[in-house]
């Protein structure tokens, strides 16, 4: 029940395309939503996270659309730019607790 | 935003020795620390949770008397590997969560510790 999905595990875009990564997770106790953006030898970095009480939620060229019922949310990177390569990672947690993450996506943005 | 910081970025150890590792909360209280082990390629792999002032919380299948947490203040949490061996080699990354209007769920990642035992 702790379980987060993610998919793709791999991405390649095109620079200027769209990049989507998917997550479902089981726990209907979940209430944070966070994407995590990591780079090769760095730590975790947050990057947008969304509550349950909204759909969407829009910071720049990042979206995330959440949608309850099915129990799925996902990233939605626009105009993908090279700098963009990188792991992401969604995650999900209720009451501040542990965070439970997925697999990861390893995005590469080719110029 | 809330920095986190881990000192030191990367070690290099024999094996049978002690390693410690920092983690600090630069600009906010942290009742809370978590660390983590991620190996290359993969997700991040929770090992215990560290609350101030009281013992850590491991996860199933994590030695609680290899990894050892400290949690003294509200912004220094502290893990040592003892007796290490190569297979602990990985890299370890903390969070810390903080407290706040709307935040309350937030954590912030350190920039992880690369651990190679030789």
């Known amino acids: 029940q702790q379980q987060v999905k993610q998919s793709p595990q791999s991405l390649i875009v095109q620079k200027g395309g769209i990049s989507i990564i998917n997550c479902a997770y089981e726990?209907?106790?979940?209430?944070?939503f966070p994407w995590y953006q990591q780079f090769p030898g760095k730590g975790p970095a947050l990057l947008i996270a969304i509550r349950p009480d909204v759909s969407e939620k829009k910071e720049g060229r990042f979206t995330i659309s959440f949608n309850k019922s099915a129990k799925q949310f996902s990233l939605h990177i626009m105009d993908s730019q090279p700098g963009d390569s990188a792991t992401y990672f969604c995650?999900?947690?209720?009451?501040?607790?542990?965070?439970?993450f997925g697999g990861g996506t390893r995005l590469m943005v080719k110029p | 935003g809330a920095v986190v910081s881990q000192h030191p970025s990367r070690v290099i150890c024999k094996s049978g020795t002690s390693v410690k590792i920092e983690c600090r909360s630069l600009?906010?209280?942290?009742?809370?620390m978590f660390w983590y082990r991620q190996f290359p390629k993969q997700s991040l792999m929770l090992m215990a949770t560290s609350n101030e002032g009281s013992k850590a919380t491991y996860e199933q299948g994590v030695e609680k008397d290899k990894f050892l947490i400290n949690h003294a203040s509200l912004t220094l949490s502290t893990l040592t590997v003892t007796s290490a061996h190569p297979e602990d080699s990985s890299f370890y990354i903390c969070s810390a969560r903080t407290r706040g209007a709307g935040s309350y769920n937030e954590q912030f990642f350190g920039p992880g510790t690369r651990l190679t035992v030789l």
């Open positions: 995650a999900a947690n209720n009451a501040g607790n542990m965070l439970t």
């Open positions: 600009d906010f209280q942290a009742t809370t």
């Open positions: 726990n209907t106790a979940f209430d944070y």
